[in-house]
């Protein structure tokens, strides 16, 4: 009896690595056809709009870039823990509270100018997020309580928090008694980098970003427990890697990167703290933290493609009436066919012959 | 077939071609639709907010048929991401464009300036430029209707109110409704359960028992979703329906709910941008303005009370009744409002504290 | 705190903690199940959203409020369907496709809904039992409940006592806690795990049934409103012990609509926002106690949970 089962690659196919996801996006774009031709919608324009037009001129594709800064930013770090098996579910929350603590310095200084106020602001969001980080930190390493509890429940008290200071002692006076903060003077002064573009420093740091963490990972020795935390556990232990040295390093690291991306959305796009700063970035960088396989490069291209496809997505509402559901449906297809023709390149098929007296062998 | 043809045939028909191209041309421009774009916080199916401004955005279709072309795009996140999606609309050519959410305030700003063509409608906002204006409904003016009706009908004297988030236009609705209660039922008390959300059907509903379970024998909502109202005729107690007529959900509840009609704005407006008339404004408009009105009263409302109600909507019209005159106390029992001053239009936009009589 | 709770506020606010909690208790004892297979599946929002929409479609269709719920299930286990094809049988992540799932349920139960929206429909009916639903004060909250609510109790029995019981259960739980070793006595882990799978997409989807069709009989795009979330937590909370996840649920569902009934007293002049922190710091300080005392016991997830398996040879 011939059965075929799935089984690991000893190494991963290369070719089929960078060529799986070409197979992907083929797959997605016809079920994405066969989706709008059952919603009525003509597709050739709806897949125009929402993968060609974004990547057309150059606002667009700064447009798609900043939306992509963010989530890089925050996947390299995710991905950092998510390699050690710490799960840092709570990137949200650290970055409300990145935004909150850079919130506060740019109302500290409203009234001036100067260049030290975008710098100072940085390091009190990577100061922030890295303080509401420390707290599912502190109670996983000491105490063993699951982290992804913890970081997820602090998501929700961030998000309170930021409301009650944005409805409370934080309101701008002159703001008609609306739940804003004052505008902060950066968002004058922070200049787009590219013409034509709305493209911010933040842009050109997650790529550093990114790859500073990719050196991280592969030079360096902390990088390597990391890995070995992840991959081989006890083989870690046995080479006197602490376990809580790698959560706290994750931990730290994720929720610095979160608290700094949350500083570049409140002091360039949005200019002021209000009740809702992200659109739920903490979680959609899980996933392009997992597109990207957990490695810093690959997370940059699948930032990219996150954010082209919500970019696209509103393009393709405007354009020919795509329903704004059929955009996370397309989506959802997208991550799945992702994730499933992924598994070519870690994995092969072998066909395998069993014998009746249940001894395998293989042809 | 060209061979056949005679000088006169050939004239006739070049003739016969030019006008109809020249008219095709001429109808060409004329038939040039103007784009219009709105921008929602929320999906068309929350039954609510955006729903309301959906239903304008489909009867200005209906009014201008093939001279306008609308775009919606819906559950766009405030902040950075609405600025792409106006600028988006914006740079397709959208003359008229709709940003149905106080915070997408400095974004519409944002995006005005730098196309200065282009027309900019910002609701429940305060701030306007050259080519932007704000838009706001005066519902509080349906407040007063509704809290008049739920003193003259309420036993317990405690009328409940399931709130959003303190942001003055709630808290705005919150009093209106208190003062008209107790001009007409001095002891009555407005309870107020914040769910600091504008939409969470099962939360709103749980906010709804909570108060009922505290006596409150009237509900109104200042969120989105039919729940409050549904677990009021549940529990046989009367309410009030918001943003939308809630009948289908109450039919034996609902006294009546505040409608919000954007329709005639929208059309409006849009008229202005064809006629080259358009001109920035900042307008707060009610009742009288047709921006808002109740729905067909309920079983529930005799008669006598239905006069009333209407005698009020009538008063606001003509301007000889206004919700916010005084003499009015605030929670303290101090009186912020002088005998027979009327609140100014300033005042009610900033609105942050509380009258006497509601519990928030 | 001064105000006077007599016995008909204390069934009534039960009464209201019960709807809270039985959405939330339902997604996690399935979710549970799930897990102790060894399979995290995060899609527990997607799937919640399938059966809400799916259970209001039926009974607005058919007027059958039993066909309804078996609508629901089966609504939650196709999309859970989809997700143990691509984690079990493709080995893909089980993180992203979970993310992925919620994603895309979202989007599916949107556009299978809009037709649905501003229709109400009838409601789940309740238990009347002659005498006893009529008790003062508890006579409504223990004679006077939904079908579901009934359910969702006896399914704690029921998963309590197969988890920790029954042969099947233990079967189940070597699977999650060492695959390898399950497989080599003989176990079939994949078809193991794409039947706790199966059972964990049904179940959320009767907890999105019963707020569609039973908290707030409407449908409304996005109505869980992050519950799906809540669910999951709620599952390590109860540190993957069905009686612990049933008691969390109404702890959680206690304290959101204690903060709703403080308001509505008006007698606390604490910011709402604090108020509203209330249920997520009381969950983290309970963990933390939880974990730190001489009670502590083994408050581990599964050894395998979200590893992909693959058969030796």
């Not at chain 1, 996983?140 to 930021?162: F, W």
């Not at chain 1, 990207?292 to 990219?304: D, E, H, K, Q």
């Not at chain 2, 006169?8 to 040039?32: D, K, P």
Request: charged share 15%.
């Amino acid at each position: 009896m011939i059965r075929w089962r799935i089984e690991r690659r000893y190494e991963v196919s290369r070719a089929l690595l960078y060529s799986t996801p070409v197979v992907a996006v083929v797959l997605t774009l016809a079920a994405g056809i066969a989706l709008f031709c059952g919603l009525g919608i003509d597709a050739r324009a709806a897949l125009y709009h929402c993968f060609i037009e974004p990547l057309e001129t150059l606002s667009s594709i700064g447009e798609v870039l900043i939306k992509a800064a963010p989530l890089i930013m925050m996947a390299v770090g995710l991905g950092l823990g998510f390699r050690a098996n710490v799960w840092n579910i709570g990137a949200e929350g650290q970055l409300t509270l990145g935004a909150v603590a850079a919130g506060g310095v740019a109302l500290l200084f409203w009234e001036h100018e100067g260049s030290f106020i975008v710098p100072l602001m940085m390091l009190a969001g990577i100061a922030g997020g890295m303080l509401w980080a420390a707290i599912p930190a502190f109670l996983k390493a000491r105490l063993n309580v699951n982290e992804i509890l913890t970081s997820l429940m602090l998501t929700y008290v961030a998000g309170l928090l930021l409301s009650a200071l944005v409805y409370g002692p934080w309101k701008d006076p002159e703001g008609m008694n609306f739940p804003q903060s004052r505008m902060f003077s950066t968002w004058e002064t922070v200049d787009p980098l590219l013409a034509g573009t709305r493209i911010h420093i933040g842009v050109p740091l997650a790529l550093v970003v990114a790859l500073a963490t990719a050196l991280l990972v592969e030079r360096t020795l902390i990088g390597f427990e990391i890995k070995v935390a992840g991959l081989a556990p006890s083989a870690a232990r046995y080479a006197g890697f602490r376990r809580d040295r790698v959560v706290w390093l994750a931990f730290l690291l994720s929720g610095g990167l979160a608290g700094l991306a949350g500083m570049l959305e409140v002091a360039g796009p949005i200019g002021q703290l209000v009740p809702v700063i992200t659109p739920g970035y903490g979680f959609t960088a899980i996933i392009v933290a997992f597109l990207g396989r957990l490695n810093p490069i690959g997370i940059i291209v699948a930032g990219v493609l996150m954010a082209l496809s919500y970019v696209g997505g509103e393009n393709a509402q405007i354009a020919v009436g795509l329903p704004r559901a059929a955009t996370g449906m397309f989506q959802g297809l997208l991550l799945f066919f992702l994730l499933a023709t992924d598994v070519l390149a870690r994995y092969r098929i072998r066909w395998v012959r069993r014998v009746r007296h249940g001894v395998a062998h293989e042809s | 077939m060209l061979c056949n043809m005679n000088r006169r045939r050939f004239l006739q028909a070049t003739a016969a071609t030019g006008l109809v191209a020249s008219q095709g041309i001429v109808s060409a421009w004329a038939a040039e639709p103007l784009k219009v774009g709105f921008v929602y916080v929320g999906p068309i199916g929350d039954y609510g907010w955006t729903h309301g401004h959906d239903t304008g955005r489909k009867a200005v279709e209906a009014h201008f048929g093939n001279k306008v072309k609308t775009t919606y795009v819906e559950s766009v996140a405030e902040g950075p991401d609405a600025e792409r999606v106006i600028r988006q609309l914006a740079q397709q050519d959208h003359g008229l464009i709709f940003t149905t959410s106080f915070g997408y305030m400095e974004q519409t700003l944002r995006v005005a300036k730098q196309f200065p063509k282009l027309k900019f409608e910002h609701a429940t906002g305060y701030k306007t430029a050259a080519n932007m204006s704000a838009y706001n409904s005066r519902f509080y003016e349906g407040r007063a209707v509704a809290g008049h009706i739920a003193g003259k009908l309420t036993k317990t004297g405690k009328i409940g109110y399931v709130a959003s988030v303190p942001i003055p236009e709630v808290v705005m609705g919150i009093n209106a409704t208190a003062l008209a209660a107790r001009k007409v039922r001095p002891d009555a008390t407005v309870r107020v359960v914040w769910v600091h959300t504008w939409f969470d059907p099962a939360k709103e509903a749980d906010a709804a028992k909570a108060l009922i379970d505290q006596g409150v024998d009237i509900m109104t909502q200042h969120t989105d979703s039919p729940a409050p109202l549904q677990v009021a005729e549940g529990r046989g107690i009367l309410g009030f329906g918001q943003a939308s007529d809630m009948k289908a959900y109450a039919p034996r509840a609902q006294l009546s709910a505040i409608l919000d009609l954007w329709g005639d704005y929208y059309i409006g407006r849009l008229q202005a941008v064809l006629d080259g008339t358009w001109k920035s404004q900042s307008i707060w408009y009610g009742f009288k303005e047709k921006m808002l009105a109740m729905a067909p009263y309920g079983e529930a409302v005799p008669e006598a009370l239905r006069q009333e109600a209407d005698a009020i909507i009538a008063g606001t019209i003509n301007g000889s009744y206004h919700a916010f005159t005084g003499p009015i106390k605030n929670q303290q029992g101090e009186v912020v409002v002088q005998d027979g001053v009327r609140m100014s239009d300033d005042a009610l936009l900033k609105m942050n504290w509380y009258v006497e009589g509601v519990s928030a | 705190m001064g105000w006077h709770m007599s016995l008909e506020l204390l069934g009534s606010m039960l009464l209201t903690v019960v709807g809270a909690a039985t959405p939330l208790l339902f997604a996690a004892l399935g979710e549970v199940v799930a897990e102790r297979s060894g399979v995290l599946n995060l899609g527990v929002e997607g799937m919640m959203l399938a059966g809400a929409v799916s259970g209001f479609a039926t009974v607005m269709v058919s007027g059958n409020h039993l066909l309804g719920l078996l609508a629901a299930a089966a609504a939650g286990a196709a999309l859970a369907l989809v997700f143990a094809v691509l984690t079990l049988t493709l080995m893909a992540n089980q993180v992203a496709t979970g993310l992925a799932l919620t994603i895309f349920g979202v989007g599916l139960s949107a556009l299978a809904g809009a037709g649905f929206v501003g229709v109400p429909v009838a409601a789940l009916p309740k238990l009347a039992l002659p005498g006893l639903s009529d008790l003062p004060g508890l006579g409504r909250l223990i004679f006077g409940q939904d079908m579901l609510v009934y359910l969702s109790l006896a399914m704690t029995v029921a998963v309590a006592s197969f988890l920790s019981r029954s042969r099947s259960g233990l079967i189940l739980r070597a699977c999650g806690e060492s695959d390898v070793a399950a497989h080599a006595i003989g176990y079939h882990v994949i078809r193991v795990r794409y039947v706790a799978v199966l059972f964990g997409g049904a179940m959320s989807g009767l907890g999105g049934a019963y707020l569609s069709l039973a908290a707030t009989p409407m449908w409304i795009e996005n109505m869980t409103a992050g519950r799906g979330w809540i669910a999951l937590a709620l599952v390590a909370f109860g540190s993957w012990r069905a009686w612990r996840i049933c008691a969390g649920a109404y702890l959680f569902g206690g304290v959101t609509i204690l903060q709703l009934y403080v308001q509505g007293a008006g007698r606390l002049h604490v910011p709402s926002q604090i108020m509203s922190m209330l249920p997520y710091l009381a969950t983290i300080a309970l963990l933390t106690v939880m974990a730190s005392g001489p009670w502590r016991s083994r408050f581990d997830a599964p050894a395998c949970l979200g590893k992909p398996f693959s058969p030796p040879a």
